[in-house]
């Protein structure tokens, strides 16, 4: 469970370090006791660290007693037990906005019904929406009573009667749960009979949230019948978590736990009874056999990626093909394999031998891929707004869901390998730790389930296979062509993200998270903690700034640190890091756009995550900003800071050049991971105010920080290196299709550039080669450099058109963006591959061999 708490009252006003002086406070204490330490300097965010140093030095001086830290901790329990009714609250609001949709039909239904011309008969209505407006009542009953006593809250505030009551009335439940199968059936035949119908129960309206009325999403009714049964199924769950933070002196705690035996009671009565009859199909013996997972995935099949559809029954893994359409046929599957779960392994493979050899796609052939996608979207758009004909339209959307499959198809490059009892082995390739993590942890639950092999005939296999066309519950590849008009596409902009700390380790461990967002598809990783030493309750309170590409989803892993990597054997050749714990979060562009920070606890089975979020969108972080103090270099214009510091080439540029090359070069993902944020303002002030000891601070801090703090320095100058004036000039020269004609421009524009400018550049230019030597290492390409620093070297400084005209509205520029995104992309990985660039000997040897005047 994700619990999303938003800043929208006084009363709830603390920042986003919530209880950080307590937690840096029991830290101390596990400091003086010899117990957890993080390998380097803690660093907070200014906003989150004076109240723990506070707290940090009257420990020191030894003014808290051991009963205070209990009350802490105690404090900590009820603040813990507020933000899981606010995760309650809006979990009730996006389920009432459910059984809202699923009643919005019953009343035109129930009219029509009695008119010569009927859509249902009255028994059918009756029996397809059976006890939905009882359900209704009910929780929204629930909802207006919780949310005033959330709003006015204290920590002896009682809710505990709200769930009792809410507990007593399960019984309807029983009585949705008894019909379902019934209701669904009845559904079912009815769609089949009137087309009216089964328009109307593939376009239910559910609102995104309760204050966006004119925001919704598309269901079908038979995804909205369901809610009701997966709601009953996870009633225990929320109650676990709010009695885990509600101490047994508070008045809710007895209530509680009558509630929560009152609805394990009821669980175990019908547990049996709520498998969803839709995602099951009888085998022999009166067995049933249960679709619990599906998904597109690619397989390394002989050195060539192709893609399949992966079903994960209750006793078997299936792989298949989906077979092309012809002739308005219906979808249909080929079976590629099966392996049975009792004989499927994930094969262990020795730190020496040889990892298996994944063909990787230029970065160069993906980008062009992007490029394609982001023209076909913007001629889709065009051709909505001329009103053109759908033979067009259908076209051109074919013509994208080409595109997205291949990039689906060629991007991910991570090992997934599964092996039969008979010897095969099978690779799949995915592009996170994430859903690898995800699809071991399903089949391994299910084979604990799963005690004797078996063989399929191949009827048997024809009627499985046959069966996915009903059962798949992923329909689609995962990309943009799939999502409705009214679909957000996704965030442009920046998103910070504080990682605070974690709770629920059951031992001592040397741990840090990664965090990763989606882009095009598939995921990326952005960002890593630090390292927290030998502890159970790690401390990061770290910032990081994520760059966001149509980003929908945040996804943050927890890792144990391996010191010592030939004692553990490892799957797939990854990674010997052990993955710890892993969870999501939805970036919702309604809940994100007030740019304020906001509060979250993402679970993993156990294991709690603190974060809290903020997002900038493209409209705010595109601007390039002059500063105030023009004796800083932040914001201060390149001519300015070379000649006050009588340099060819900012200081700030050749120490972090410097640095990176001293002990950075190798480190994997170099100017692409974002480094901790407060280290890279803390680097950004010592620059600004000409600190003579920055040279000891950047030896002290992470390799990424100072990579970032060089990144921030040229975005924030006044106007991008390669100058407002000269940019349109060097998008156009880029566009050439005459590679003499390129080359010619593209030397004369850059050879024409203020002399600070052209010379930083050609400094900066070598560094990013001598980086991309060391790909084999450091994973960066010339590419993955360019994709990294075009838009902070050539971004102008006032967008003109490019811009929204409504801040709410962030997602109207995307494809426009990606577009010239593409393009300084473009320019910058030009100039990294010509072997030479010409430029006048005396600049280039003055900036390479002796930087001072």
Not at 432 to 443: F, K, L, N, T, V
């Amino acid at each position: 469970m994700a619990c999303f708490f938003v800043h929208t009252d006084s009363s709830f006003g603390t920042p986003p370090g919530y209880g950080c002086a307590a937690d840096q406070a029991e830290e101390q204490r596990r400091h003086q006791d010899g117990l957890p330490y993080i390998d380097d300097s803690p660093s907070s965010s200014p906003h989150l660290s004076s109240k723990g140093r506070g707290s940090r030095d009257a420990l020191a001086s030894g003014a808290l007693e051991p009963t205070k830290v209990s009350e802490l901790d105690l404090e900590k329990g009820l603040e813990m037990r507020k933000w899981v009714l606010s995760g309650i609250l809006a979990s009730e609001e996006t389920y009432l906005s459910h059984l809202e949709a699923l009643l919005l039909p019953m009343k035109p239904l129930k009219a029509a019904a009695t008119t010569s011309q009927p859509v249902l008969t009255s028994q059918q209505i009756e029996t397809i929406f059976f006890k939905v407006p009882e359900l209704y009542e009910i929780h929204k009953e629930f909802y207006d009573g919780l949310f005033p006593r959330v709003q006015q809250w204290s920590h002896q505030q009682r809710v505990g009667d709200l769930f009792q009551k809410l507990a007593s009335q399960l019984g309807v439940y029983r009585a949705f749960v008894d019909n379902y199968g019934v209701a669904m059936e009845t559904a079912e035949k009815c769609c089949q009979a009137n087309s009216q119908f089964a328009e109307i129960s593939e376009n239910l309206r559910a609102r995104s949230n309760k204050d966006a009325k004119d925001s919704t999403t598309k269901n079908s009714l038979e995804n909205l019948l369901y809610k009701p049964v997966d709601r009953v199924t996870r009633s225990t769950l929320v109650l676990h978590d709010l009695l885990k933070h509600t101490p047994a002196s508070h008045p809710d705690h007895s209530l509680l736990q009558d509630a929560l035996r009152i609805s394990q009671n009821f669980l175990s009565s019908i547990n049996e009874e709520i498998t969803p009859r839709r995602q099951s199909m009888t085998v022999k013996k009166g067995e049933h056999r249960q679709l619990l997972k599906d998904s597109f995935m690619v397989e390394l099949v002989e050195g060539a990626r192709k893609l399949r559809h992966i079903f994960l029954f209750t006793d078997l893994l299936l792989c298949t093909k989906l077979k092309k359409q012809s002739g308005g046929k219906t979808q249909q599957y080929d079976c590629k394999w099966y392996i049975p779960l009792t004989d499927l392994s994930f094969q262990m493979v020795d730190e020496l031998e040889a990892v298996p050899n994944i063909p990787l796609v230029p970065d160069e052939e993906l980008d062009a891929l992007k490029i394609k996608i982001s023209q076909i979207k913007s001629d889709i758009q065009r051709e909505k707004r001329a009103n053109k004909g759908s033979k067009v339209m259908e076209r051109l959307r074919k013509k994208l869901s080409e595109q997205e499959s291949l990039l689906l198809l060629m991007s991910p490059s991570m090992a997934f390998r599964v092996h039969s009892r008979n010897g095969k082995s099978y690779t799949f390739l995915i592009s996170s730790d994430y859903e690898r993590a995800e699809w071991r942890e399903s089949i391994r639950e299910q084979q604990k389930k799963c005690f004797k092999s078996f063989s399929l005939t191949s009827v048997e296999l024809q009627m499985l296979t046959n069966s996915c066309v009903k059962l798949q519950t992923v329909h689609h590849i995962p990309l943009t062509i799939n999502k409705e008009d009214d679909e957000s596409p996704g965030l442009y902009g920046f998103l910070n993200v504080i990682v605070h700390s974690a709770t629920g380790f059951k031992q001592s461990s040397n741990l840090y998270c990664t965090l990763e967002v989606d882009s095009f598809g598939y995921f990326v990783n952005k960002a890593k903690t630090r390292v927290y030493r030998d502890t159970t309750e790690p401390n990061w309170n770290e910032e990081f700034e994520i760059e966001l590409e149509g980003s929908q989803t945040l996804r943050i892993l927890c890792y144990e640190k391996c010191y010592n990597k030939m004692k553990i054997p490892k799957e797939d050749g990854e990674s010997a890091d052990k993955l710890m714990g892993k969870g999501q979060l939805q970036l919702d562009p309604q809940t994100l756009q007030d740019r304020e920070w906001q509060r979250t606890v993402i679970d993993m089975n156990g294991v709690e995550v603190k974060l809290s979020v903020k997002f900038t969108s493209r409209e705010f972080s595109l601007k390039r900003m002059p500063s105030r103090k023009q004796t800083g270099v932040f914001g201060v214009k390149i001519a300015v800071v070379t000649k006050r510091e009588r340099s060819k080439v900012p200081y700030i540029v050749r120490q972090c050049v410097e640095e990176i090359e001293r002990r950075g070069m190798e480190e994997v993902g170099i100017y692409r991971v974002s480094g901790v944020a407060t280290d890279i303002q803390a680097l950004k002030a010592a620059f600004d105010v000409n600190n003579k000891d920055v040279s000891v601070m950047m030896s002290e801090m992470d390799v990424n920080a100072i990579a970032g703090t060089l990144k921030l320095y040229f975005r924030e100058l006044p106007e991008p290196l390669f100058t407002d004036e000269f940019y349109p000039n060097f998008a156009e020269g880029i566009a050439l299709s005459d590679p003499v004609a390129k080359e010619s421009c593209m030397l004369n524009l850059l050879l024409s550039l203020p002399e600070a400018n052209l010379l930083t550049f050609l400094f900066l230019l070598d560094h990013l080669k001598r980086v991309a030597e060391k790909e084999t290492v450091n994973k960066m390409s010339l590419h993955n450099l360019a994709t990294v620093f075009g838009p902070t070297l050539l971004r102008p400084s006032e967008k003109e058109s490019k811009l929204p005209a409504n801040p709410s509205q962030p997602i109207t520029m995307t494809d426009s963006w990606s577009l010239e995104v593409m393009s300084q992309v473009q320019v910058l990985l030009y100039f990294l591959q010509l072997e030479a660039i010409p430029a006048p000997d005396s600049k280039r040897q003055s900036v390479l061999f002796s930087t001072e005047v």
